[in-house]
């Protein structure tokens, strides 16, 4: 009976994962589940709590050495082995992961890179590249598909990604398929809005790169950037944020 409830718990236990990845569990959830192959028969939540209440943290536990990891009752020595071999591991693949990210630190790159990913798009996609302060791409993330007229979520969705990612720049990016790079009026709202909300965090949007086909549009380049860095501060005395001179409606 106690192994049908064991076996039933790791199916949730599975199912969970499989759902919403290994990072939705608590600590002592995932040593639980990492313990699986190597505890086949016994219920390892309390081995889990043992190991954290031991060593204090789950970073000390994948940082015991093996002996001290083998005095926790039920941890074999093939379990011990394995957790301590995951931080060298993990190690590694940051380092591979850091080794292949592009530097994205001039117009130039960003520019090189954003038309190589979107110059031969057929519909139109939201782009943002979250950039450490190093200049090394941190993660590309598409914010969505279509127009801009929904600036306003997306543009939530880009300060939530930003705090995630611990970005220090960000770059947008969006194309149009029909061709003409020039910005449109929800073009222009949605980089105010961005820069904005971004220079509340302390973090710099350094450009909106539009791509049409080989043609590229910079709100940087053409000085608008500059011009929106003090917008939340409009925002915040006249409640609206000014559409600078040139853009238009459409």
């Given amino acids: 009976m106690s192994e049908s409830i064991h076996a039933n718990h790791r199916q949730r236990m599975r199912a969970r994962v499989e759902a919403n990845g290994i990072l939705s569990l608590a600590d002592h959830e995932i040593i639980e589940y990492l313990l699986y192959p190597f505890v086949p028969r ?60 592009p530097m994205v630190d001039t117009y130039e790159h960003a520019a090189e890179y954003l038309g190589d990913l979107l110059g031969s798009a057929k519909e139109e996609h939201i782009v943002a590249l979250f950039v450490d302060a190093s200049g090394k791409l941190i993660q590309k993330c598409e914010l969505g598909e279509g127009n801009n007229a929904d600036c306003h979520i997306r543009v939530s969705e880009l300060v939530m990604l930003t705090l995630n990612f611990k970005a220090r720049f960000v770059y947008l990016a969006h194309n149009h398929p029909e061709g003409g790079a020039k910005p449109s009026f929800s073009d222009v709202e949605f980089t105010k809005w961005a820069v904005a909300a971004l220079e509340v965090l302390g973090v710099r949007l350094v450009d909106h790169i539009i791509v049409a086909g080989k043609e590229l549009f910079s709100f940087r380049k053409e000085g608008n950037m500059d011009r929106f860095k003090s917008g939340y501060i409009d925002y915040l005395n006249n409640g609206s944020m000014m559409t600078p001179p040139g853009s238009e409606e459409k």
């Fill in 42 to 101: 016994k219920d390892t939540n309390p081995v889990a709590h043992a190991l954290i209440d031991r060593f204090g943290s789950f970073n000390a536990v994948l940082k015991a050495d093996i002996s001290a990891l083998e005095s926790v009752d039920n941890v074999t020595h093939a379990a011990a082995l394995f957790l301590t071999s995951l931080s060298d591991v993990a190690r590694k693949f940051c380092n591979e992961e850091n080794a292949f990210r």
